[in-house]
Each structure stands twice: as C-alpha cells, then as structure tokens.
C-alpha cells in the first residue's frame, strides 16, 4: 500500500482507475488517513485502522468540505473560527483506539447526544402555537364540532373579512398567547394575560383559562413538550380572580310573555330560524344539538327524532305534532334539517341574533339560545312533568341511584309528556294549531 505526503494539489488531481470502483490515495503523514474517490466521482477522506485485532474503516467525510489541515477561517468583519483538518482527525481517530476506545463507538454516541440537545432545544424553542397544532390534531377525533370550533375561534389571529358584516374579524382571547414559547408560558404571563383580557371580553378569556389548562395537561404528558411545559402555569388563584366570577344566567320565559313571543319568532322570515327557535323552547336541547340534526334522524313514520348528545352521543326522543309540522315544512337542501344555503357547513350557524331582534320587537328581555332551554324545563313545572321525563327530553344524564339503574323509559312513555307539554305550551302562547292526520298516531 504505496504512502505519499498528500497536498491540496495531489488531492484535487488523484482520479479513479476507469477499471476500477474506487481508488485509494493514502498519507504519509497521519497514520490510517487516505483519500477515496470512486468511480463516479465522489471524493472524500476515510481513516482506516485496526481496533481489537479487526479492521475498521470510516469516513471522515467529503474532500470539497474538510481541508486536509486544520486552518482558521474569517466568518466576519474581524471574526474567525477554527477548521479541523482532515489529518488532525485521522490522528484524534488513532488516539481513541491507542487509549483502547473503539471511534466507532465515540462517534455514535456523540451524534446521539448532538441530536438530543437539538431536540431538546427545539422542545424549548417551540411556540404555542406550535403545540397548540398539535395539540389539536391529537384530539380532535375525541371532539365534537363545537368544541373544536371554540379552540380554534380563541387562537384565531383574526384580521381576515367577515362572513356577515364588513370589517375584518378580531384576534380571540388567545391569540397574543400563540407567539410566546411554550417554556415561557409561566403563571406570571397568564396573569398578564389575563388582566389585559378581563377588561374587554372576560367571559371569552375564563373559556380561553379553562382551555389553556387541558392544553397545559396534555403538553405534560406528550414526549415532544414535557421538558418545556409548566402543566400549572394555569392553576393560579390570582389569574382566576382577575377573570372574575362568571355571572350565573337565570333569565327564562315566563307563561305570560309565551303569546308575545311566538307572535315575534313566527314572523321571522327565514323559516329554518323561526322553526329553530321553536324547536329549542318546545324540547329544551343544547343550543348546538338541533343544528347538528339530519333528515336521517327523522322518523315521521315512528314519531320519533334522533338528536346529537353530549352525554350519550345521541338521544331520541319524541316527535309531536306541531314540531312534525314545523320540520316537515322545512326546505330539503342538504342532510342538515336546520340548512342554510350561504354557510361553508350548509347549516345553520348564527340563529341569535334573528332571536335578540325577536325578542327586542316583542319587547321581551334577550333571553339567550341556552335561557330557551332553560325555559322549557321551568314550564314544564307547571303541568307536573316529572323531573326525571323533562330530564330525559333534555339530555341530561341521569340522577340517583334509581335514575342511572333501574328506570328505562321508552320513547313512546317521552312522547306522551311531549304531548302534554306541547299542547299546554302551544294553548299559553295562543297558538292555534290542527294536527295533520299525517302526523298522528294513537298513543296508548
């Protein structure tokens, strides 16, 4: 094996045999280092040598990148940085074997631990919003579309046009959160955050606290951010009393504002909103469960409807002849019975506002989607309806031993409290109605 001193200029004129894949220029001057190029044209630095009685070969790496000598090179104006040389490292490499370590061995674990301190600077490095992505996509098969919907409504950015009005939309609550790194999410900064965000939009800002601390929880037991999360940065008494106390909605509609207010909400002209609103005082659902309601959950036949739970993830309960009537009438656009022909859902989205204005010319006070619901199970006092039945209707999970165990009621036992409330609902408001035959059947 022929030794020659290399030099910048054997190195860039040493070529490869045409009859052979690769060819060998070995130095002189550090033991093991030699130049390989191969056939097509690949040059670089190997270091051979012998370690435990075997061969071990490895390369140092490309010739266009290491110098053959270690040399100083200018970065910047009055800065300079050592190059290590090709000939320093086939020495270092020696070294390692003649102290009895294998360099093998050394170098696999000093790129092991390089690229765990990127990792782990890149843990530290990453954002909110970074985790928050993730985050999101971790659980959104576990979440229903509201849910989903709020996450991402308080981290939007904002700035994009409105759907229904001009201007452009605000940043939600937690969108001045999503720049900061995660590791410097502290209970400090909440704090901050939360005194800024008390003073427009506090009850925004409590949904964003309570979101903020599952998502600190997941982060905790997620490989990617554990190091760089404090899981209860959130869990603060100081950031909770800046937020405030939620004010407890107790608004309903009473038996006597019933006339007045059918007479607004059936003068509405969209018929999807007017039979929503409906809808919602007459069966007393989450605001967000009719919107979610499909023909398909429809049985006219049966008298039946089958609802979005939250709860059990879907209820049926009743269909009574009046909300036949209304649903029935309702236009078939799409697989949504709550449709509307300009939203990217296809469904209704935004029917509050239609019922503010409602209540405003009825002269009512604003009662809300959910006061709706709270009204359905305060009017049902009035005919008697045993709790555990206007419960039921609800979606509300069962209470008591004898409630969770032992009672199943059937649809058919629902509808005929659905019945009476429906008819003593429809006679209080003054509403006068004559069932079609189509959607009547004995209930015995």
Same mark, same amino acid.
């Given at each position: 094996?022929?030794?020659?001193?290399?030099? #910048?200029?054997?190195?860039?004129?040493?070529?490869?045999?045409?009859?052979?894949?690769?060819?060998?220029?070995?130095?002189?001057?550090?033991?093991?280092?030699?130049?390989?190029?191969?056939?097509?044209?690949?040059?670089?630095? /190997?270091?051979?040598?012998?370690?435990?009685?075997?061969? /071990?070969?490895?390369?140092?790496?490309?010739?266009?990148?290491?110098?053959?000598?270690?040399?100083?090179?200018?970065?910047?104006?009055?800065?300079?940085?050592?190059?290590?040389?090709?000939?320093?490292?086939?020495?270092?490499?020696?070294?390692?074997?003649?102290?009895?370590? +294998?360099? @093998?061995?050394?170098?696999?674990?000093? =790129?092991? #631990?390089?690229?765990?301190?990127?990792?782990?600077?890149?843990?530290?490095?990453?954002? =909110?919003?970074?985790?928050? #992505?993730?985050?999101?996509?971790?659980?959104?098969?576990?979440?229903?579309?509201?849910?989903?919907?709020?996450?991402?409504?308080?981290?939007?950015?904002?700035?994009?046009?409105?759907?229904r009005s001009k201007g452009k939309t605000k940043p939600g609550p937690l969108a001045n959160l999503m720049g900061d790194r995660?590791?410097?999410?502290?209970?400090? @900064?909440?704090?901050?955050?939360?005194?800024k965000e008390a003073a427009t939009r506090p009850a925004r800002a409590r949904l964003g606290l309570r979101l903020?601390?599952?998502?600190?929880?997941?982060?905790?037991?997620?490989?990617?951010?554990?190091?760089? =999360?404090?899981?209860?940065?959130?869990?603060?008494?100081?950031?909770?009393?800046?937020?405030?106390?939620?004010?407890?909605?107790?608004?309903?509609?009473?038996?006597?504002?019933?006339?007045?207010?059918?007479?607004?909400?059936?003068?509405?002209?969209?018929?999807?909103?007017?039979?929503?609103?409906?809808?919602?005082?007459?069966?007393?659902?989450?605001?967000?469960?009719?919107?979610?309601?499909?023909?398909?959950?429809?049985?006219?036949?049966?008298?039946?409807?089958?609802?979005? +739970?939250?709860?059990?993830?879907?209820?049926? /309960?009743?269909?009574?002849?009046?909300?036949?009537?209304?649903?029935?009438?309702?236009?078939?656009?799409?697989?949504?019975?709550?449709?509307?022909?300009?939203?990217?859902?296809?469904?209704?989205?935004?029917?509050?506002?239609?019922?503010?204005?409602?209540?405003?010319? $009825?002269?009512?006070?604003?009662?809300?989607?959910?006061?709706?619901?709270?009204?359905?199970?305060?009017?049902?006092?009035?005919?008697?309806?045993?709790?555990?039945?206007?419960?039921?209707?609800?979606?509300? $999970?069962?209470?008591?031993?004898?409630?969770?165990?032992?009672?199943?009621?059937?649809?058919?036992?629902?509808?005929?409290?659905?019945?009476?409330?429906?008819?003593? /609902?429809?006679?209080?408001?003054? =509403?006068?109605?004559?069932?079609?035959?189509?959607?009547?059947?004995?209930?015995?």
């Amino acid at each position: 094996m022929a030794k020659v001193k290399l030099t #910048a200029p054997k190195v860039e004129a040493f070529e490869c045999p045409h009859d052979k894949d690769q060819a060998f220029l070995w130095d002189s001057d550090a033991p093991g280092l030699a130049l390989r190029v191969t056939a097509g044209g690949a040059r670089a630095f /190997i270091f051979q040598s012998r370690f435990e009685g075997k061969a /071990i070969r490895m390369t140092i790496g490309a010739a266009d990148v290491w110098p053959l000598n270690s040399r100083m090179d200018r970065v910047g104006p009055g800065g300079k940085v050592a190059q290590f040389g090709a000939r320093e490292e086939a020495r270092r490499l020696q070294s390692l074997i003649d102290s009895g370590r +294998d360099p @093998r061995e050394v170098k696999a674990a000093t =790129v092991a #631990a390089d690229v765990a301190k990127r990792e782990a600077e890149q843990r530290h490095s990453a954002t =909110v919003a970074d985790a928050w #992505a993730d985050y999101l996509a971790d659980r959104k098969p576990h979440w229903g579309t509201r849910h989903y919907a709020d996450h991402e409504a308080l981290a939007h950015a904002g700035g994009t046009d409105r759907k229904r009005s001009k201007g452009k939309t605000k940043p939600g609550p937690l969108a001045n959160l999503m720049g900061d790194r995660l590791s410097s999410l502290t209970q400090e @900064r909440l704090e901050r955050w939360a005194t800024k965000e008390a003073a427009t939009r506090p009850a925004r800002a409590r949904l964003g606290l309570r979101l903020i601390k599952a998502f600190l929880k997941w982060c905790a037991t997620s490989k990617d951010y554990s190091e760089a =999360v404090n899981a209860d940065a959130a869990n603060s008494k100081r950031i909770r009393e800046k937020l405030g106390t939620p004010v407890r909605q107790t608004l309903v509609l009473q038996k006597q504002e019933l006339p007045a207010w059918f007479d607004e909400v059936r003068r509405i002209n969209n018929p999807v909103i007017s039979a929503y609103l409906q809808f919602m005082l007459l069966t007393g659902p989450r605001p967000n469960e009719p919107l979610l309601l499909r023909w398909s959950g429809l049985n006219f036949q049966r008298q039946s409807i089958t609802i979005r +739970d939250k709860i059990e993830g879907e209820r049926t /309960i009743g269909m009574t002849p009046y909300i036949a009537h209304l649903l029935d009438a309702l236009p078939r656009r799409n697989e949504w019975v709550f449709s509307s022909p300009t939203s990217k859902s296809g469904r209704l989205v935004e029917p509050g506002d239609a019922h503010d204005a409602a209540c405003d010319a $009825a002269g009512l006070p604003r009662v809300t989607l959910q006061g709706l619901r709270r009204s359905f199970a305060s009017l049902c006092e009035w005919i008697e309806v045993p709790a555990g039945i206007s419960a039921q209707i609800q979606g509300h $999970a069962p209470q008591g031993v004898r409630e969770q165990n032992y009672i199943r009621r059937p649809v058919d036992l629902l509808q005929k409290w659905q019945l009476d409330i429906e008819a003593w /609902i429809l006679k209080e408001a003054g =509403v006068k109605f004559v069932p079609s035959k189509r959607h009547l059947r004995a209930v015995v």
